[in-house]
T-cell receptor, first 117, second 116 residues
Framework: DTEVTQTPKHLVMGMTNKKSLKCEQHMGHRAMYWYKQKAKKPPELMFVYSYEKLSINESVPSRFSPECPNSSLLNLHLHALQPEDSALYLC????????????????FGPGTRLLVL | KNQVEQSPQSLIILEGKNCTLQCNYTVSPFSNLRWYKQDTGRGPVSLTIMTFSENTKSNGRYTATLDADTKQSSLHITASQLSDSASYICVVSAKGPSGATNKLIFGTGTLLAVQP
């Protein structure tokens, strides 16, 4: 199974809502990532979890709160978002994320398309 | 500053034709270079990955080349199909201080449209 799944596929929320994005993988990967992608732009790294610990936070606003309950799951909790936060949110995983493995590939999920009104 | 630039920004070709996409990078120290295909509204899918010592890698009708001296890579698509219509993203990894890396530097992508 080389699949990363994300739910929901689409999400519309108001600026006062609280919602969560979910990501799951069963490849035994120990690194998981959240990316934000605006239209016609490359993905931008938000967070990296390595062995269930947050290893990178790319200065993301606190209205985005990641959580890694176990090695297979990654959540992104959303609260008080702004319209400019509307984007495609991608989850990815890789074998370890911290080794110098030159062939380590990140496997991406299909994304959650988020619209903030 | 680590950067990855791709050209052209967009490309339209007829079904069955070949095309080549370009990627120039200024990433140091270099670890590896990957090409991803991203369908609209979907997550990127890895096509090829090359390390410093590899200069060619094929995956079906996709062939990637790497010139580590000039810091250039290309992705050649042979006998294009309608399903090749997508954004193609060049991604370069840099080695961290300890020799490890877990951050990718994404190019802006080339949007390919294959027309019948």
């Amino acid at each position: 199974d080389t699949e990363v799944t994300q739910t929901p596929k689409h999400l519309v929320m108001g600026m006062t809502n609280k919602k969560s994005l979910k990501c799951e993988q069963h490849m035994g990967h120990r690194a998981m990532y959240w990316y934000k992608q605006k239209a016609k732009k490359p993905p931008e790294l938000m967070f990296v979890y390595s062995y269930e610990k947050l290893s990178i936070n790319e200065s993301v606003p606190s209205r985005f709160s990641p959580e890694c309950p176990n090695s297979s799951l990654l959540n992104l909790h959303l609260h008080a978002l702004q319209p400019e936060d509307s984007a495609l949110y991608l989850c990815a995983s890789s074998h370890s994320g911290t080794s110098g493995r030159a062939r380590e590939t990140q496997y991406f999920g299909p994304g959650t398309r988020l619209l903030v009104l | 500053k680590n950067q990855v630039e791709q050209s052209p920004q967009s490309l339209i070709i007829l079904e069955g034709k070949n095309c080549t996409l370009q990627c120039n990078y200024t990433v140091s120290p270099f670890s590896n270079l990957r090409w991803y295909k991203q369908d609209t509204g979907r997550g990127p899918v890895s096509l090829t990955i090359m390390t410093f010592s590899e200069n060619t890698k094929s995956n079906g009708r996709y062939t990637a080349t790497l010139d580590a001296d000039t810091k250039q890579s290309s992705l050649h698509i042979t006998a294009s199909q309608l399903s090749d219509s997508a954004s193609y993203i060049c991604v370069v990894s840099a080695k961290g201080p300890s020799g490890a890396t877990n951050k990718l530097i994404f190019g802006t992508g080339t949007l390919l449209a294959v027309q019948p």
